[in-house]
């Protein structure tokens, strides 16, 4: 049995030491990613910070229309929430679709932000994984592939971001607040949290031993957007996305598209902005045809695999299906 040394906190300078200190030591909130990690042997941290005892875990509804979400704030009392549900409903939905109840009630918004790939060679310590062992090898490339990523991938790796919830706010332009391990505090957009898989696919953020997330900040949506989170996936029940749509639409009395902000889950190796789709777009009264071949474009760059090159035309479907019911533009 490996030792493993526990330590409560209620001081982030104290939480942020500890991790920094201890080169196998690792944040604990709700544990729901984490945990199993440790089941599987996949994760083996030598020293738990548990982190809930630090007053990161209010919701705070600002004047201005920004939205401060805490690194600790439950994903069920989020997506509960009457300002969430009211302002930025699709978090609210992505939310929803992204787990059972029991694990909403313990998972937690930076802890879902930072939630590892779901591929079953990450997860199976008995195969090569360039992301669980360096150098080892990629066994998903030639192995099944179906539910892995297209875009952002490298031929070190081609495992997908799981996280329903990081989709919604990639598309609601959501920052993420970060205090450093030395105690500089810093802010950045939720897209440059994360990095490429590239020549190091074991790190997946920005983040340095003891950098601690410390909140989530939505701006207000522009006036008058409308917006909603459809997922795909093999079964209604609990199940991770095949692709998933996250996307916020403002159009003009004649049907024209003045602002779009489309986020895409289940297709990249972090959670996707579509902005090549959106600059095609914008200005325009698409058809649906004119929406597909703009979800197309954001695909040029991909690297598709035989067993998951269909999620480009299911995605682009979704696409269509999402702004129609927004407002009926793909009807054309």
Not at 8 to 33: I, S
Not at 187 to 216: M, N, S, W
Not at 265 to 284: D, H, K, Q
Request: charged content about 25%; aromatic content about 4%; glycine content about 10%.
């Amino acid at each position: 049995m490996r030792a493993l040394a526990y330590e409560r906190v209620t001081d982030a300078a104290a939480a942020r030491q500890l991790v920094a200190g201890e080169p196998d030591a690792m944040f604990l909130a709700g544990g729901t990613n984490l945990v199993d990690l440790m089941k599987l042997g996949v994760a083996r941290p030598g020293l738990l910070v548990d982190i809930t005892g630090l007053p990161l875990d209010a919701i705070d509804h600002r004047p201005d229309g920004t939205i401060s979400i805490g690194a600790t704030v439950r994903n069920a009392r989020l997506a509960a929430d009457p300002g969430i549900r009211r302002c930025a409903p699709m978090l609210s939905q992505a939310l929803l679709a992204g787990a059972s109840g029991q694990l909403r009630s313990a998972a937690t918004t930076a802890g879902n932000l930072l939630q590892r790939t779901r591929c079953v060679y990450f997860q199976d310590v008995s195969k090569p994984c360039n992301k669980r062992e360096p150098e080892s090898g990629c066994a998903a490339i030639e192995g099944a592939h179906r539910d892995l990523a297209l875009l952002g991938v490298s031929d070190a790796c081609v495992a997908s971001h799981p996280s329903d919830m990081a989709v919604a706010m990639v598309a609601l332009d959501a920052r993420v607040d970060i205090t450093r391990a030395g105690g500089e505090a810093t802010t950045i957009g939720l897209e440059d949290l994360y990095v490429a898989p590239d020549d190091a696919p074991q790190r997946e953020t920005v983040l340095g031993p003891g950098d601690l997330i410390t909140g989530v900040e939505l701006p207000p949506p522009p006036v008058g957007a409308r917006m909603t989170y459809r997922k795909v996936r093999d079964r209604w029940s609990y199940a991770f996305a095949l692709v998933s749509v996250a996307a916020l639409v403002v159009t003009d009395e004649d049907g024209r598209i003045r602002d779009l902000r489309l986020g895409f889950g289940g297709v990249a190796s972090r959670p996707w902005r579509g902005r090549i789709a959106e600059s095609r777009l914008l200005g325009t009264i698409p058809t649906g045809s004119e929406i597909r071949d703009a979800v197309r474009a954001e695909f040029e760059p991909a690297r598709p695999l035989p067993g998951n090159a269909f999620k480009i035309e299911l995605l682009a479907d979704t696409v269509v299906a999402v702004l129609c019911d927004l407002t009926g533009i793909g009807n054309r």
